[in-house]
């Protein structure tokens, strides 16, 4: 294992209520396994510049538009999947926000972001 | 230079985060970051922004936090360093800070460097390190501005006393 990003991909199956699952489904998105640090880039300027202030000498972050989903980064990492149209990020835009919201946290598990 | 070796591979980056390297962190564009921070590595490849896009994010976030905990460090430590010199370059000598103060412990190495680097007349007449104000450490770079605050903080002081007379 290298310092360079692997190129190989992972499927994640959706069900029908939207949750992300192992078991095989007719939907699907096909990830990168692992996260360039481009992607990470994009994923880090997605969201809103933080407010930083400190409290009892610790660094409190806050990041007001946390709640926004990254469609840049799902863009970035989405290789390929089971809909017609190509991914975009307008397209990504399009998905239903709840398989969107479950495909980023799992995607946050896989990649080990915080 | 500083050492660091991920999977069996050297990288060698900067001491400090160069002004410029801070600059790209700030703006949150970590490969740019990456690729002013780290000098060198065991890689055959040229360090440069296409190469560091493609390093897996995994391996190199513990490089990115080396740099993120210093400049949180500068950053608590900006009053001290601020309040200190002022202390220590406004007394001219008649007040001395104790050799366990922080900002000796800290900063005695670069203060040794930085203080002789800007003159009476509060002018940088050398750099510290690098070749140029953005390849200076930026550590180096907070000193410098505090070491000219305090200066000249003084010789406002010595104004207002003179023209007093």
Partial sequence: MGLFASTDTIRLYITEKGTVTEKETDIWVDVLKELPVSVAKTLQQSFGKPKVEYKDGEQVI???????LPVDFLARVIVGWSEKEAVTPQN?????????????QKLTTIYQIE | MREVVIERNLIYLQDFPSVRAVHYFQQRDIVSFLAEYIIDWSLSVEIKPSTVARLSWNRMKDVVKIANDELLRLEQDTKLIFDGLDVLIGSKGRVHLMPNHPLLVRYAERLRVCLP????????????SGNNIETMRYDDFVLIEAIITAKNHALEKEQKRNNRR
């Fill in chain 1, 62 to 68: 806050t990041i007001e538009d946390l709640e926004t």
């Fill in chain 1, 92 to 104: 990504i835009a399009k998905m239903r926000h709840d398989v969107a919201r479950n495909l980023y």
């Fill in chain 2, 117 to 128: 680097a800007v003159d009476n007349e509060c002018n940088l007449i050398t750099l510290p």
